[in-house]
């Protein structure tokens, strides 16, 4: 069965410090990769999928099959990032296309 | 309306009463799924509705949990006799068929709490 780990629950960083948010997966299929994310009292939202290959708010992250890891960046992070960042992975479409997600880990970046 | 739509938003419920919570997915969305988010475990999948599929329950985590979405549309989670282990934010999602794999619309959630 697919799986997905973030190893920590909290990560605590200045502004315009790099950010690095773990995440691992164990599938032994072709999975698809996903970022989301839940600001301080809104829905929970897509952020990034590894498909699209494509940098939002200064976010990217990038599929390592070698090391099934789909680590999510930023060079510098900004006090509006804080939030609960969740990684998610996918088996396909239809009736593959349920989200199994992580843990979870807060993102709190200090003034 | 334009978003998922999830009712209540809070309820508070004594030990062995029965629960239904409701959502209304985005129209035209084929895909409904139900998850819980709970302080600790992270988005938990409970069950999955696709069209006219028969739906996937795999994630139900006892014959106390059930759903049911009526007419393609709206749907409806269960829970009987609630135990204080199921206190939890219940989240309902929905997708389109036509849209980009796992690209999930959420909720707000229907935040419980039993007693």
């Known amino acids: 069965a697919q799986r997905v780990t973030q190893p920590e629950k909290l990560l605590s960083v200045f502004k315009g410090a790099p950010v690095e948010l773990k995440c691992n997966y164990s599938?032994?299929?072709?999975?698809?990769l996903f970022w989301y994310v839940q600001y301080s009292r809104q829905r929970l939202q897509l952020l990034l999928r590894?498909?699209s290959r494509e940098s939002i708010k200064g976010f990217t992250a990038d599929l390592n099959k070698g090391e099934t890891s789909f680590h999510l960046k930023k060079p510098f992070a900004q006090e509006e990032d804080s939030a609960m960042y969740y990684c998610?992975?996918?088996?396909?479409?239809?009736?593959?296309?349920?989200?199994?997600f992580g843990k979870g880990i807060t993102l709190s970046v200090r003034p | 309306g334009a978003g998922v739509s999830q009712s209540p938003s809070n309820k508070v419920t004594e030990k062995g009463k029965d629960v239904e919570l409701r959502c209304d997915p985005i129209?035209?969305?084929?895909?409904l799924y139900w998850y819980r988010q709970s302080l600790g475990q992270g988005l938990e999948f409970l069950i999955y509705?696709?069209?006219?599929?028969?739906?996937?329950k795999s994630g139900l985590p006892s014959d106390r949990f059930s759903a049911e979405r009526t007419g393609g549309s709206v749907s409806t989670l269960t829970i009987q006799r609630t135990q204080q282990e199921d206190s939890a934010v219940y989240l309902c999602?929905?997708?389109?068929?036509?849209?980009?794999?796992?690209?999930?619309?959420f909720g707000e959630g229907s935040r419980l709490t039993v007693l």
């Open positions: 998610a992975l996918s088996k396909g479409t239809g009736a593959n296309s349920k989200l199994t």
């Open positions: 999602a929905s997708s389109s068929r036509t849209g980009a794999t796992g690209e999930l619309f």
């Open positions: 590894h498909i």
């Open positions: 599938y032994s299929g072709s999975p698809e």
């Open positions: 509705f696709q069209g006219n599929s028969a739906p996937d």
């Open positions: 129209s035209g969305h084929t895909a």
